[in-house]
């Protein structure tokens, strides 16, 4: 009899439902599995696995396609929370089309995940977030509002997201991301990283100004409203049908 996907969520929770650890990382985080259930979605059937953080009782969830525990090279994209973004639709950054993209994409695959890690506005939490946007409204630029930002080192994010692969005993990953660094910083951890996957979103009348290099000022991308783009995902954007001098000068 063969071991189905929610039997094996069951073993791993069962396994160390107490679980702690020296942690990872600066902060030394630890997380651990606490729930999990199927997650049909419009972008392909999931399951939903919690995680709770049990030095500051922080909430990740992972959100994997197909048999992912214990399994290599298994496709796996960074979200951090974006509620503007991913759940409003703001226009103030790409996360939500970011983060479509990656759902579907594995939603059509064999398996995958996605890491849903909740850092909003790069950790300095939602309220800063949309100080900083108003900072920006007064008309700071953008490495003025980045800095009130705070601009969090990335570390504690992959250091959660480093421990929920291990939790999940994902043996290797095949990173979907544009940026080469995320991949050092996740193999600090231990994390063995097979291969980069290009993170590639669908035009749409939203981010077609990505498209028109002559929005593209020293780095900073000016959408139709004026608003300068953060790159809210330490992702630089790619959208389908960039030229690859277009993507260049993106990931410069
Ligand atoms: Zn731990
Ligand atoms: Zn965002």
Redesign the pocket.
């Known amino acids: 009899m063969t071991t189905t996907m929610h039997e094996k969520f069951e073993m791993l929770l069962e396994k160390d439902p107490k679980h702690e650890c020296d942690g990872l990382g600066r902060d030394k985080i630890c997380v651990r599995i606490v729930a999990m259930a199927e997650l049909p979605t419009r972008f392909g059937d999931f399951h939903i696995v919690a995680f709770e953080n049990n030095r500051d009782g922080k909430e990740h969830v992972a959100i994997t396609k197909g048999d992912v525990i214990g399994a290599s090279d298994v496709p796996v994209r960074l979200h951090s929370e974006?509620l503007?973004?991913?759940a409003i639709g703001?226009l103030?950054?790409?996360?939500?089309d970011q983060l479509e993209a990656s759902l579907k994409a594995i939603g059509q695959m064999e398996r995958g995940m996605v890491l849903y890690l909740r850092q909003e506005g790069r950790g300095i939490g939602l309220a800063n977030k949309i100080r900083a946007y108003s900072l920006q409204d007064d008309g700071l630029d953008t490495v003025e509002a980045n800095h009130a930002l705070g601009f969090r080192d990335d570390e504690r994010d992959y250091a959660v997201a480093a421990h929920m692969l291990m939790s999940l005993k994902v043996e290797s990953v095949q990173l979907m991301t544009n940026n080469p660094k995320k991949i050092d910083q996740l193999t600090q951890y231990g994390i063995n990283v097979t291969k980069r996957i290009p993170h590639i979103m669908e035009p749409n009348e939203h981010n077609r100004f990505y498209l028109e290099t002559k929005a593209a000022k020293s780095g900073h991308m000016i959408d139709f409203h004026g608003k300068e783009h953060l790159p809210?995902?330490s992702d630089f954007p790619i959208v389908a049908g960039m030229s690859e001098a277009q993507i260049g000068a993106m990931s410069e």
């Open positions: 974006c503007t973004g991913d703001s103030r950054c790409d996360c939500r809210e995902q």
